[in-house]
């Protein structure tokens, strides 16, 4: 048997044993655990206590500035820093195999998940981040081996807010932002650019978003657009330093909820649409350029009922996905997908949950996934979960199609497969919060670009077996905050010395910091990462921000990025940014 089944086989039996000792003498407890997330409920939100996965959860302020890689389980493998380009990586997964969610709505590129984070709003639109680590197709649909990272929005503020920085190698930072009442209605308009002439020759970069939105507690309608314009010395061959790539990002999202007294019906329409312009030689663009346009037209009708013995979530989604390209061709993905959840209400400490999908997409086989997770509260303050799934993946249209002298795709690919198995508990205090979690993920048909003599093709990896553990400590006090996370990582597979991706992953990462709220108004963050990747040296990384806030609405800001001056690579063959200071200036009214 498995180490996956075993983990698995285990945890259902541990929690149906102590569930039977105690299901007599049970007794209504009131859980800590009661903060709300949307990432694992298609519709509504569901409460922490009863979530068998493990999730991790960013709020406004300095959790937001630090972003998601302050949890040790995730990394952004940057090309580009100041998110020029970022490759989503949960759990050892390569940018391929996460999901992007926003507003609890599924994001999709069928070229390429390389683009899946040009996103067109900024950390200040943000309310909340979610993470969710494991298994997330019988959520989502395709995707979803390392887990699914999910951005919220905020309601709108009243006011004005305005921002201007300089940094290190002609950083430039601006941003304004309006906020209004529409009606009842509160109406955001946000504007911003970054911009550096780069820390080497044609690593410089223009980054120009856009966002407009209305949001309440029922609707949300949002517009965004951005523009990225940078130089890809080395991004995707290093046999040439005079790459570069251009890309235009459009997304609408809209919302509504309707709800009755045992029920929540909350429709959801996305359509996104990206363009991607790529040049080998930025001084001869003739010489070798590929343009690619892709679309994705997706519709989500989630529907939450609330019974006495059960809650259920039924829905249906729909995608239709396109692909115009000078390189790969062109090409049309349909997918129909239904779901269905149920979370047995058995007890107030005990919350399993099942949930099935079945997705058909057009010219490819259709796949059936499913979860199973069981939380069961010991005490207020202690929770332990348990779960196990199947996930999948479809290829992409460039791991299918492309065509070039020295790479190839492969249109005989199979769907990427994989079981996830995972035990952990979470403890939380009014000032202390601790979290672990042991997981294990049996990959099977994994894809990934292989070089055999002068060429590189896509093929299906027969296996890849991730074994892990996280561990996440935070404390709470008026006035500092301390942090820890740590992820150790482990993969096997047959191919993974001569894999592109598979096998770039961080063995240890362990990150650590503080928020102090210092006299004088003064806001300091600190965080300090080691990193230990796979088949490569180790990695200090040291970031700082120091915050004065005046009376009158002015904000000040101090702030350095790999303070140590570090030389390492997150993508082989692509240089870090190096040591970085910059000041910024706000106002806020």
Same mark, same amino acid.
């Given at each position: 048997?498995? *180490?996956?089944?075993?983990?698995?086989?285990?945890?259902?039996?541990?929690?149906?044993?102590n569930?039977?000792?105690? /299901?007599?003498?049970?007794?209504?407890?009131?859980?800590?655990?009661?903060?709300?997330?949307?990432?694992?409920?298609?519709?509504?939100?569901?409460?922490?206590?009863?979530?068998?996965?493990?999730?991790?959860v960013?709020?406004?302020?300095?959790?937001?500035?630090?972003?998601?890689?302050?949890?040790?389980?995730?990394?952004?493998?940057?090309r580009?820093?100041?998110?020029?380009?970022?490759?989503?990586?949960?759990?050892?997964?390569?940018?391929?195999?996460?999901l992007?969610?926003?507003?609890?709505?599924?994001?999709?590129?069928?070229? $390429?998940?390389?683009?899946?984070?040009?996103?067109?709003? =900024?950390?200040?639109?943000?309310?909340?981040?979610?993470?969710?680590?494991?298994?997330?197709?019988?959520?989502?649909?395709?995707?979803?081996?390392?887990?699914?990272?999910?951005?919220?929005?905020?309601?709108?503020?009243?006011?004005?807010?305005?921002?201007?920085?300089?940094?290190? &190698?002609?950083?430039? !930072?601006?941003?304004?932002?309006?906020? %209004? !009442?529409?009606?009842? =209605?509160?109406?955001?308009i946000?504007?911003s650019?970054?911009?550096?002439?780069? %820390? *080497?020759?044609n690593? #410089?970069?223009?980054?120009?978003?856009?966002?407009?939105?209305?949001?309440?507690?029922?609707k949300?309608?949002?517009?965004?657009?951005?523009?990225?314009?940078?130089?890809?010395?080395?991004f995707?061959?290093?046999?040439?330093?005079?790459?570069?790539? !251009?890309?235009?990002?459009?997304?609408?999202v809209?919302?509504?909820?309707?709800?009755?007294?045992? @029920? %929540?019906?909350?429709?959801?329409?996305?359509?996104?649409?990206?363009?991607?312009?790529?040049?080998?030689?930025?001084?001869n663009?003739?010489?070798?350029?590929?343009?690619?346009?892709?679309?994705?037209l997706?519709?989500?009708?989630?529907?939450?009922?609330?019974?006495?013995?059960?809650?259920?979530?039924?829905?249906?989604?729909?995608?239709?996905?396109?692909?115009?390209?000078?390189?790969?061709?062109?090409?049309?993905?349909?997918?129909?997908?239904?779901?269905? @959840?149920?979370?047995?209400?058995?007890?107030?400490?005990?919350?399993?949950?099942?949930?099935?999908?079945?997705?058909?997409?057009a010219?490819?086989?259709?796949?059936?996934? &499913?979860?199973?997770?069981?939380?069961?509260?010991?005490?207020?303050?202690?929770? $332990?979960?348990?779960?196990?799934?199947?996930? +999948?993946?479809?290829?992409?249209?460039?791991?299918l199609?492309?065509?070039?002298? &020295?790479?190839?795709?492969?249109?005989?690919?199979?769907?990427?497969?994989? &079981?996830?198995?995972e035990?952990?508990?979470?403890y939380? $205090?009014?000032?202390?919060?601790?979290?672990?979690?042991?997981?294990?993920?049996?990959?099977?048909?994994?894809? #990934?670009?292989?070089?055999?003599?002068?060429?590189?093709?896509?093929?299906?990896?027969?296996?890849?077996?991730?074994?892990?553990?996280?561990?996440?400590?935070?404390?709470?006090?008026?006035?500092?905050?301390?942090?820890l996370?740590?992820?150790?990582?482990?993969?096997?597979?047959?191919?993974?010395?001569?894999?592109?991706?598979?096998?770039?992953?961080?063995?240890?990462?362990?990150?650590?910091?503080?928020?102090?709220?210092?006299?004088?108004?003064i806001?300091? *963050?600190?965080? /300090?990462?080691?990193?230990?990747? +796979?088949?490569?040296?180790?990695?200090?990384?040291?970031?700082l921000?120091l915050?004065?806030? %005046?009376?009158?609405?002015?904000?000040?800001?101090? @702030?350095?990025?790999?303070?140590?001056?570090?030389?390492?690579?997150?993508?082989?063959?692509?240089?870090?940014?190096?040591?970085?200071?910059?000041?910024?200036?706000?106002?806020?009214?």
């Amino acid at each position: 048997m498995g *180490i996956g089944r075993i983990l698995g086989l285990g945890g259902v039996l541990w929690f149906l044993f102590n569930t039977n000792a105690e /299901a007599e003498n049970s007794e209504k407890i009131t859980s800590v655990f009661l903060e709300e997330v949307k990432v694992t409920a298609p519709a509504s939100v569901e409460t922490v206590e009863r979530v068998s996965q493990e999730v991790k959860v960013l709020k406004e302020g300095w959790e937001l500035k630090l972003g998601p890689e302050r949890f040790s389980n995730l990394q952004f493998r940057e090309r580009g820093e100041f998110g020029v380009q970022q490759d989503l990586s949960i759990r050892g997964s390569t940018f391929e195999q996460n999901l992007v969610v926003f507003e609890g709505i599924r994001l999709s590129d069928p070229q $390429t998940g390389h683009h899946l984070m040009n996103l067109p709003f =900024t950390q200040e639109e943000l309310s909340s981040v979610e993470l969710l680590a494991g298994g997330a197709s019988a959520l989502y649909g395709p995707g979803g081996f390392g887990g699914a990272i999910n951005f919220n929005l905020k309601k709108p503020e009243k006011g004005v807010f305005l921002s201007g920085g300089y940094g290190s &190698y002609d950083l430039w !930072e601006m941003k304004g932002s309006l906020g %209004f !009442e529409l009606g009842n =209605t509160p109406l955001g308009i946000n504007l911003s650019q970054q911009k550096s002439n780069g %820390f *080497i020759w044609n690593r #410089d970069f223009d980054i120009r978003t856009f966002n407009t939105y209305v949001k309440d507690q029922s609707k949300l309608i949002f517009y965004g657009f951005q523009e990225k314009d940078f130089g890809a010395r080395n991004f995707y061959t290093t046999k040439y330093n005079t790459e570069w790539e !251009e890309t235009r990002t459009h997304l609408f999202v809209a919302k509504k909820n309707f709800y009755g007294n045992s @029920w %929540f019906f909350e429709p959801a329409l996305l359509y996104r649409i990206h363009y991607d312009t790529y040049l080998l030689d930025r001084n001869n663009p003739d010489f070798y350029k590929n343009q690619h346009k892709s679309q994705v037209l997706r519709a989500n009708l989630p529907l939450r009922l609330e019974k006495r013995l059960a809650d259920y979530v039924v829905g249906v989604e729909a995608s239709y996905e396109t692909l115009d390209s000078s390189r790969l061709g062109d090409h049309v993905r349909q997918g129909l997908g239904a779901y269905f @959840w149920i979370y047995p209400k058995i007890s107030d400490k005990f919350f399993p949950s099942l949930g099935v999908r079945y997705d058909s997409l057009a010219k490819n086989e259709d796949l059936f996934s &499913y979860y199973l997770g069981l939380a069961y509260l010991i005490n207020p303050k202690l929770k $332990t979960r348990a779960s196990f799934s199947f996930s +999948y993946r479809a290829p992409s249209f460039t791991e299918l199609y492309y065509d070039s002298p &020295y790479t190839k795709g492969n249109p005989g690919l199979s769907n990427e497969k994989a &079981y996830n198995s995972e035990i952990g508990f979470d403890y939380k $205090t009014s000032h202390v919060a601790l979290s672990g979690t042991l997981f294990y993920r049996t990959g099977k048909d994994i894809i #990934d670009w292989i070089k055999v003599g002068a060429i590189t093709q896509a093929q299906n990896i027969e296996e890849l077996k991730t074994l892990g553990a996280t561990m996440d400590l935070n404390i709470a006090f008026n006035r500092i905050k301390p942090f820890l996370s740590y992820t150790y990582l482990n993969q096997v597979a047959k191919n993974l010395s001569s894999a592109r991706y598979q096998g770039s992953y961080l063995r240890h990462n362990l990150v650590g910091g503080v928020y102090a709220k210092l006299p004088w108004d003064i806001d300091l *963050i600190v965080s /300090a990462n080691l990193r230990k990747p +796979y088949r490569a040296n180790e990695i200090y990384l040291l970031i700082l921000e120091l915050k004065k806030q %005046f009376k009158t609405g002015v904000g000040l800001s101090l @702030w350095g990025k790999n303070l140590l001056d570090e030389e390492y690579e997150e993508i082989k063959g692509v240089k870090a940014w190096p040591q970085t200071f910059g000041l910024r200036i706000e106002f806020k009214k």
